[in-house]
């Protein structure tokens, strides 16, 4: 099998070699790219199967990068993976909503980053499940079409607006929502959805979900997730 390519772009030399090396001693193949400029000439030459992206880039800046790939068809279904420094949630924000996979925090641990880039890989190759399809995962069971959650077998008693969310996110798990991404998704009918109220959701279905509650991750000044 060919050895998977990730391009790897980071301004800073040092860091930029310690990705290709931690990455190649994992059997990856590394495309480095020290501006931004040069990694869209690289995507444009032949398409990685992942891109890890420093956001903060002199020139054309990481942001703008994500969104050149993510706004055009060809390259749309790329992951990317965000390398952001703390202190950079709403980069990381704008960067999910440009459809960025994910993020890894500088400083980063070896294998940190090789575990979120397994699973964004992983990912891509996952379908995601069809919105009408029941969904096993843990010991929870969703059913769509019966608008029903089993829950180690018992039935929870949701509201609408709860339910669309916990939908949302095990649907996807392991992935980060932004609050926008979600207000976009579930649309309330039942209860007028902002960004506030998307905590207020999550709140009262972590309570329902008892123990279990704790896999819905508040992700800090960004969004939440199913723990995968
Ligand atoms: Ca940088």
Partial sequence: MAKES???VEDEDDIRELLRYNLEKEGYQVVPAATGEEAL??????????????????????????????????????PL???????????????????????ITKPFSPRVLLARVRAALRRRSL?????????????????????????????????????RLLHLLVRKPGWVFTR???????????YPVSD?????????????LGEAGS??????GIGYRYKE
């Fill in 41 to 78: 000439q690289a995507v444009r030459g032949r398409l990685p199967d992942l891109i890890l992206l420093d956001l903060m880039l002199p020139g054309l800046d990481g942001l703008e990068v994500c969104r050149s790939i993510k706004g055009a068809a060809a390259t749309r279904h790329l």
């Fill in 180 to 190: 926008s991404q979600i207000v976009n998704a579930i649309h309330g009918h039942d």
């Fill in 6 to 8: 990730i391009l790897v």
């Fill in 196 to 208: 506030r109220s998307i905590d207020v959701q999550i709140v009262s279905l972590r309570k329902k």
């Fill in 215 to 220: 896999r819905l991750e508040t992700i800090r």
């Fill in 127 to 163: 379908p995601l499940p069809a919105a009408d399809a029941p969904l096993k995962i843990d010991d929870l069971v969703i059913h769509p079409g019966r608008h029903e959650v089993l829950l180690a077998g018992t039935p929870l008693n949701l509201t609408a607006t709860e339910f």
């Fill in 81 to 103: 993976v965000m390398l952001t420094a703390k202190g950079e949630e709403a980069d990381i924000v704008t960067g999910l909503e440009l459809g960025a996979d994910d993020y």
